[in-house]
Each structure stands twice: as C-alpha cells, then as structure tokens.
C-alpha cells in the first residue's frame, strides 16, 4: 500500500516545498522508497529532467531538488503541470516536460486544465506503483475559495491520491492561530477530514509560550499541532522570483557570513523583468567572504566586482530593457569578471537574429552587448538536456579543470568565431574576462565554483578569507529541520 501525504499551506511561502523536502529526504534515509510529487507549479525556475517517453522535459526547481532529496530518478511525474509565467497574465503551459503553448489563465482552465489534470494522474500512479511514499507538495493556499473546483495542486491532487494533509501556518507573518483556523473552516468537508495534522513554521523564541495557543488550537478544532519547526534556512534554492527584490530594489545576499566587509567581494545580478533560473547563483552567495547584490537596471555599478547575467524567459525584451536604462554604457566600463548564463549568454554576444520569435520586438536582428564574439539566431525550437562537459579553465574560471554538470533549458542557437576559447564544451565562449555559457547550475560545480571565486577575488587584489568552495548539504538540514513532525502512518512496511 502506498501512503500519500499533501503538504499543503495557509498561504504562499510558509515553508511547503522545505518541509516536502525535508520530509523526503528523511524518510530516504530512514530505506523508505519514497517520491516527490507536485501536480501543478507555476515557476520560470525549472530543471531539465527524463519524460515518460525517454525524451528531455522540465520540471519545477523544487521538484527537482526534492528528486535529488529522495534518492530516486528525477523524471517529469514529479511536476507533470508547469506553468511559465511570461507577463501580461500570460504563462506557457509545459505538460510532461513538453510545451503545449502560451495561454491566459481564463483559457487554461477553459481549454487546457482537464487535459493537465489527466496527466498529472496518471503521473501520481506511476509513482504510486514503484514507491511506499508519494509527498505531494500543494500550491499557495488551499484554502482558494473561488479556485476550489479547479486547484488541481491541492484540492484534487488530495483526492485522486487519497492523501493524508498535513497544513503548515507560518508563524513570522502574525496570526498563525488564526490562520490555521481559518484555512480549516474554508475547506470542503472531505478535504477537512483528511487533515490528520498542522505544523507551525518559522518560530523564533521559547516553545512554551506557544502552549496556550496550542491547547486552544487543539480543543477548537480537533486536529492536533504535530510540528513547530525553528526559523531555519537549509539553503534550498527558491521556487518563483517573488523572493527576489523588485526591479528597483537593490538587495544583498550572503552578508551574514562573518567576513568582514573589507574581506568581501561582490558580484552583481541585474534583476530582470522576465528572469529565470535566478537559483544559479544562490552557490555563489554561500560561499564565505561572497556577497550576491541583486541590482536595479539602472544601478551604477560602484562596489561591484563581478558580474552574472541570468536566464530570462525574455532575451529581446530583457536586453531593451537594460539598454533603456543605462546598463550597457555601464558595462561598457566595466572591467571585473563577467558570466553570462543562458540568456545572459546571449545578451552579450554582439547580435541577435530572427529576434521577434523571442521577444516583442519589431525588429528582426538587435545588437547585443557585443563583450564575446558569438552570435545567437532564435528559432521556435526548444534545447531541454542534461549535459556533462570537460572544463578547460579559461577567463573567469582560469584554472578550472575536470568535468561540469547542470542543464540546458533555452531557444536558440550561438555560434562563436573559430579562435574564441571554449572552457565549457562546444555551446560556451570566452575571453580574458567574460564566459557565457548555456550552462544551468553552473556554479553548484564545486571545480568551476572555486575558479571564478578565485578570479573575482583576484580582480580585486583580495586573498579569500577561506581555500574551500565547497557548501554543505540542504538536504541533510532540511531532513534534521522536520524530524520532530509526526507522520500519520509507519512509512517503514
């Protein structure tokens, strides 16, 4: 018999896709074969993962790492349903790793959501079949009123996989209690029967001052509180851009390290409209005495040593938009490090062709930031792999060597001229001080990692506070963080 238990939330960022996680990555280590499932995910985060037909598909970056968290083959069943938020309410629907196309909310649920919730079945009996566990992650709130008869993440994945609900209240945001109970009485009737038990989230402070509330809790509602979990961060990368800073905020990460600033080095991110895969630098901002700033496109770059261009699901827009601002006179003048991934790779190229298939754009051909000799033509034809390449370290990762791994998600086709150097296989280019690189997951190579920390700190005549780049574990602290959770069954057979 194959147990299923829901995570499901009060609200969006209460800590679901942590505790799915850590919860699978205790139950791996404990021998219980055990998958992570998420019917439908809204991020431009993904991860490029085996489809049912062998081919290449994505999948939702939590998702991924909740795979990587539970030991098991990372495959689309995990997050058969992605949804691509593009803008103007728009989002490209990817049903087992394919892309079917872009459509407004209202047409996705008028023509496209009965399609979406067949394929996310007949992913949960697959992983139903080959495991004892399935931990389904829900989607924002499942207490949606008005979404109650299409919430596919949480009030039919609950059915169809008769699962047990476990609702987590976060209590940073004030009115836990209240919270939880409220969710608790907007719930469909056999929804509500399925709750066996609520966990608290992010508390600070004594756990007995929490007692009263509890008892109360418990007494008005029969459901018992099986969890109060600390403030904690594993580390886990985040799953949608709403945790980053708006686009005219300038954010730090990393500064809680205990390395002094004069010891410090800072590597910028402009923060695009339309960024993707924002995650690939979360490494860098782990690493002691490195600081990740998320910029304003119209920041001056005083203060920053380094910079990353991200993915977008946009190029051409995202170029205008940093040319609107400013940034390409900025980095005209810029002489630190720079690593374009994806679509920042492309960005810096010197042009772009067949441009309006990738963006708003009129024009069919835009200059790029013309900082490596490479130049991309957009086609509608999607590149989804895993890849594994050799590192001959050049530029900003000098020194680099053995293999890298990650995944390629994009649109598009470079071309480099012949004497540019290479260092990460035939799609990457470099010079003395840029790379770019279709490369997703880059810098979670410890190798590549420590060769552009040393290059950055190089730049700036620093000597880095420590030798090693390498990080610890999420998944060990994540699976620590929900040890004390009760579950409602003996996961063990």
Known sequence: MTHTLLVAGTASHVGKSTVATGLCRRLARQGVSVAPFKAQNMSNNARAVVTPDGDWGE?????????????????????????????????????????????????????????????????????????????????????????HDRDLANVETARFADASILLLGDIERGGVFASLYGTLELLPDDLRERVYGVAITKFRGDAALLEPGIEEFERRTDVPVVGV??????????????????????????????????????????????????????????????????????????????????????????LLALREAGFDDALATFSGPVVGICGGYQMLGERLTNAAVEGTGRKDTLRGFGLLPVETRFTREKEVRQVSVDVTGTGPIDGATGTA?????????????????????????????????????????????????????????????FASSELPSPYVDAADLVDGIDLPFDPLP
């Open 405 to 465: 791994s990650g995944y390629e998600i994009h649109v598009g086709r470079t071309s480099q001229t012949p004497s540019v150097g290479r260092p990460l296989g035939e799609q990457s280019a470099a010079t003395s001080s840029v790379l770019g690189t279709y490369l997703h997951g880059l810098f979670e190579n410890e190798n590549v990692r420590a060769a552009f920390c040393d290059a950055v700190f190089r730049s700036t005549g620093t000597s880095r506070p």
């Open 59 to 147: 999948v939702g970056v939590s998702q991924y790492v909740q795979v990587r968290a539970a030991n098991v083959a990372p495959t689309t069943d995990a997050n058969p349903v992605l949804l691509k938020p593009r803008g103007d309410g728009e989002s490209q629907l990817v049903v087992q790793g394919e892309p079917v196309g872009h459509f407004a909310a209202g047409d996705y649920y008028e023509e496209h959501w009965h399609r979406a919730r067949e394929a996310a079945v007949e992913s949960y009996e697959r992983l139903a079949a080959d495991h004892d566990v399935v931990v389904a992650e829900g989607a924002g709130s499942i207490a949606e009123i008005n979404l």
């Open 229 to 318: 979990l600390p403030h904690d961060d594993p580390g886990l990368p985040e799953e949608d851009s709403l945790s980053l800073p708006s686009v005219d905020e300038r954010a730090l990460l990393g500064d809680d390290d205990g390395v002094s600033p004069d010891r410090a080095v800072t590597v910028g991110v402009p923060r695009l409209p339309h960024v993707s895969n924002f995650t690939d630098v979360d490494p860098l901002a782990r690493v002691p005495g490195v600081r990740v700033a998320y910029l304003p496109l119209d920041a001056t770059l005083d203060g920053v040593d380094a910079l990353v261009l991200p993915g977008t699901k946009n190029t051409v827009d995202d």
